[in-house]
């Protein structure tokens, strides 16, 4: 499977910055997608970052909030703009593994764990 | 939309076997996954299901019954490392929507 790193691991920011989450593969995927997991619960899809256009929202995330980019097959970046301490979370990346055709098997980057003061 | 429903805590010995339920209501499926989690830790693959029946991998089996929307995750001779958080995913789409995972302690 592919192997995905991201930047920073982790971050202490001040209420009202915005931080910019890096995510890298080793090889070139179609799919790439934007996770947040809130203490003590499950991953929620933010966004799915599309290379070459805009990135595709889910319910309850806005672009001004989560600014995404896609430059190429391999890297994408996920920003936290005008953060509040509600946005304290992991921020995953995934990739979908083009090599086994049919599953849409995603793996996850190791996350960036945000904590907002 | 999508509700995914899975135990919140479970508790096992080490050796035995834990059985992990996960039921689901989706107005489109492409498969269904099971990820482990370490505390502080990404989630890691474990198993994918697509078509019903069992899908077997070393200590860790899965199960799939689709007319049920209903899956089950076995973890067989029970480690401590298992100790983990263990979430079901239900692929629609290509995009994945996770249960809130079922914390598995594994107790000597």
């Known amino acids: 499977s592919a192997v995905i790193s991201q930047k920073p691991s982790r971050d202490i920011c001040q209420r009202g910055t915005s931080l910019t989450i890096q995510c890298q593969v080793d090889s070139q995927v179609t799919m790439m997608f934007w996770y947040r997991q809130q203490p003590g619960q499950s991953l929620t899809l933010i966004a799915t970052a599309n290379q070459g256009s805009e990135a595709t929202y889910e319910s309850g995330f806005v672009i001004d909030k989560f600014p995404i980019s896609r430059p190429n097959l391999t890297f994408s970046t996920l920003t936290v703009s005008n953060m509040s301490p509600e946005d304290s979370s992991i921020y995953l990346c995934?990739?979908?593994?083009?090599?086994?055709?049919?599953?849409?098997?995603?793996?996850f980057g190791p996350g960036t764990r945000l904590t907002v003061l | 939309g999508q509700n995914i429903d899975q135990p919140t805590e479970m508790t096992a010995t080490e050796g035995a076997i834990v059985q992990i339920n996960c039921t689901y209501q989706?107005?489109?499926?492409?498969?269904l996954f099971w990820y482990q989690q370490h505390a502080g830790e990404a989630p890691t693959f474990l198993s994918y299901?697509?078509?019903?029946g069992l899908e077997e991998k070393g200590r860790f089996s899965s199960f799939l019954s689709r007319s049920k929307g209903y899956s089950y995750l076995l973890l067989k001779e029970l480690q401590m490392k298992d100790s983990a958080s263990y979430l079901c995913a239900v692929s629609r789409d290509y995009k994945l929507s996770f249960g809130a995972g079922t914390t598995v302690t594994v107790r000597a």
């Open positions: 989706t107005s489109g499926f492409n498969g």
């Open positions: 299901n697509v078509l019903d």
């Open positions: 995934s990739v979908d593994d083009s090599s086994i055709p049919g599953t849409d098997t995603q793996y």
